[in-house]
Structures are given as C-alpha cells and as structure tokens.
C-alpha cells in the first residue's frame, strides 16, 4: 500500500438500461449486479467495491431515474435521488447509441440542484460512429457544466481503467471502509435473489415485465458441504405463473440451472435450488409486500 490512500463514494445514475450494472461489474471484476436489456433492472442500490494498493472506490448503482408509476417506482426514484446527496462523485451515465432523450433533462434538473462533481460518461461508444460522438457531447455540454466528459465502453472495457483513474484523481486521502477481498456490502442472500430474477428477466422477454420478486426463503448447508437454497418467485398473476413455471416446468427448471451456475460461482460451493412460484396480487402497491421484499417503506 502506498504512503497515501484514497478513498470515498462514487453514484452512478442514468435512465434505465444505459449499462450502469454492466460497468459496475466490469470495474469489480465479479458479477454483483444483474444485468437485462429490459428498463428498471436494478431497485436496490448496489454496493461495489473497487480496491486497488492506493485507494478505494464504493461505487453505488442506483435504480435508473425514470417516472414512477406506482409504489415500487416511488421507492427507485426516491433512493436514487436519495444517494446523490451522500456521496463524494456522480457519475452520469447515458447510452450513446440511443443519445439524448427526455429522461436525461430529468435527471440533470436534478442533478444541477446537487453539490458535487458530476462527470458525465459517455457508454456504449463502441456502438457509433465518432462524429456522432462528438454532436453527443457538444448537446450535453449545453445542459449543464460538467467536471469531465469521460466516453467509455464497459461492456468492451474501453477507456474504463482512465475513468478510474479521472476518479482517484478527485478523491482525497481517507480510509478503507471494506477488506480488499470484499466486492459489495449486499448480504448473500440479495444477491442470490438478483440471479433468480435475472434469468426470469432473459427468459421470459416480453411476457413477464417487473411484476416479479424474489424471496430466499431457506439457506442450508448439507453435511457434504454444498447449500440448498429454496426461494420463492412472486408474480402478480396467474398467467404470469404459467407463463414462468412452463410446459411440463420447462421454464423454471431453465431459470433454476442458469441461476445455480451463477450462485455456485459466487458462493464457491454445489447448490441444489428449489423454486416455488406463488400469485400475489398488485404487490408493487402494497406496503406490506414491499417490506417483505425488502423494500423498505419510508423510502416509497
């Protein structure tokens, strides 16, 4: 470890689907936040942790700023709103391949009222042509002043290690808040519920929109060692659950040996999964459900 380390917080915002959790993942190395080509992915702040021998970057992956339309939407606005506030850099986020939209004067209406460097990252450039990106910036440079335009690809990985180093250049001398080894704050059981939705988010396309959640209700260790896992998929209604349990249990079966592989590899150990499908209705507006599924009321 060097002589001074650095350390601190670091937002990143954007609209639905602008690969937020793809470059979180590209940056810690490992799988944390799930990632679809659906809106409204992410509905937790995702904590990831950068290490390095001379500093130490907390990334926070909000849920994408959009309008809400019920309950559960209120709670993604609020935190992501909520996360500019306590943190020591926003990073801005917009898909270049899709370029200006109506979300993104949204987010910088709010992003002007707050008090902290805003960096503007262009992703997903590997998609345009250069002088599209050059119109790109010159149309957001007009909205309000950035600290830096940084373009980057996170899926490819370009220009991603000159953004971190942008950061670490803003970031002054401070602590480290996580072991080395640690890459998030979220306990097992979040990020094994995020591969269960995930692999119902790319299975079931279109058919099956946000109205899923994902309950762990048990977590075993057997005497050889490996875990059973039993979780429970929540739907809002009955031919939803058709839909995910599929012909004969096809689909849930597809859903239950994608998840497997992921959580064997974050967790290191076999896993036998066992899913349930259940109906409850309209639990995006109902208070008690959201608790339940760990979102919690005074934020919605």
Same mark, same amino acid.
């Given at each position: 470890?060097?002589?001074?380390?650095?350390?601190?917080?670091?937002?990143?915002?954007?609209?639905?689907?602008?690969?937020?959790?793809?470059?979180?993942?590209?940056?810690?190395?490992?799988?944390?936040? !799930?990632?679809?080509?659906?809106?409204?992915? #992410?509905?937790?702040? @995702?904590?990831?942790?950068?290490?390095?021998?001379?500093?130490?970057?907390?990334? &926070?992956?909000?849920?994408? &700023?959009?309008?809400?339309?019920?309950?559960?939407?209120?709670?993604?606005?609020?935190?992501?709103?909520?996360?500019?506030?306590?943190?020591? @850099?926003?990073?801005?986020?917009?898909?270049?391949?899709?370029?200006?939209?109506?979300?993104?004067?949204? !987010? =910088?209406?709010?992003?002007?009222?707050?008090?902290?460097?805003?960096?503007?990252?262009?992703?997903?450039?590997?998609?345009?042509?250069?002088?599209?990106?050059?119109?790109? &910036?010159?149309?957001?440079?007009?909205?309000?002043?950035?600290?830096? !335009? =940084?373009?980057?690809?996170?899926?490819?990985?370009?220009? =991603?290690?000159?953004?971190?180093?942008?950061?670490?250049?803003?970031?002054?001398?401070?602590?480290?808040?996580?072991?080395?080894?640690?890459?998030?704050?979220?306990?097992?059981?979040?990020?094994?519920?995020?591969?269960?939705?995930?692999? =119902?988010?790319?299975?079931?396309?279109?058919? &099956?929109?946000?109205?899923?959640?994902?309950?762990?209700?048990?977590?075993?260790?057997?005497?050889?060692?490996?875990?059973?896992?039993?979780?429970?998929?929540?739907?809002?209604?009955?031919?939803?659950?058709?839909?995910?349990?599929?012909?004969?249990?096809?689909?849930?079966?597809?859903?239950? #040996?994608?998840?497997?592989?992921?959580?064997?590899?974050?967790?290191?150990?076999?896993?036998?999964?066992?899913?349930?499908?259940k109906v409850q209705k309209?639990?995006?507006?109902?208070?008690?459900?959201?608790?339940?599924?760990?979102?919690?009321?005074d934020d919605y």
């Open positions: 470890m060097s002589d001074t380390f650095k350390s601190g917080f670091t937002a990143i915002v954007g609209r639905p689907n602008v690969g937020k959790s793809t470059f979180m993942n590209r940056v810690i190395g490992e799988k944390i936040a !799930i990632m679809s080509d659906k809106a409204q992915t #992410t509905r937790n702040r @995702i904590q990831g942790v950068y290490t390095d021998e001379d500093s130490q970057i907390v990334f &926070i992956d909000t849920p994408g &700023i959009h309008k809400p339309k019920h309950k559960l939407g209120n709670y993604m606005v609020n935190t992501a709103e909520q996360t500019l506030n306590e943190v020591d @850099i926003i990073l801005f986020m917009i898909n270049a391949e899709e370029g200006y939209g109506r979300g993104d004067q949204f !987010i =910088v209406d709010r992003l002007k009222n707050v008090d902290r460097p805003v960096y503007l990252i262009i992703n997903k450039i590997d998609r345009v042509h250069p002088d599209k990106l050059i119109t790109l &910036i010159e149309q957001y440079r007009e909205l309000m002043e950035f600290t830096e !335009i =940084v373009p980057i690809s996170a899926l490819e990985g370009n220009n =991603v290690d000159h953004l971190l180093t942008v950061i670490k250049g803003h970031l002054e001398e401070g602590p480290q808040y996580y072991p080395e080894d640690q890459i998030t704050d979220h306990p097992e059981r979040f990020v094994i519920s995020e591969f269960i939705r995930e692999k =119902v988010l790319h299975l079931t396309r279109e058919e &099956i929109p946000h109205s899923i959640a994902v309950k762990i209700e048990e977590i075993d260790e057997e005497e050889n060692g490996s875990l059973h896992i039993q979780a429970i998929i929540v739907v809002e209604r009955k031919s939803q659950k058709g839909i995910i349990i599929g012909k004969q249990g096809s689909m849930l079966k597809e859903v239950g #040996t994608r998840a497997r592989k992921d959580i064997e590899a974050l967790l290191g150990s076999k896993v036998f999964l066992e899913l349930w499908v309209d639990w995006r507006n109902r208070s008690i459900d959201l608790n339940d599924f760990g979102y919690r009321e």
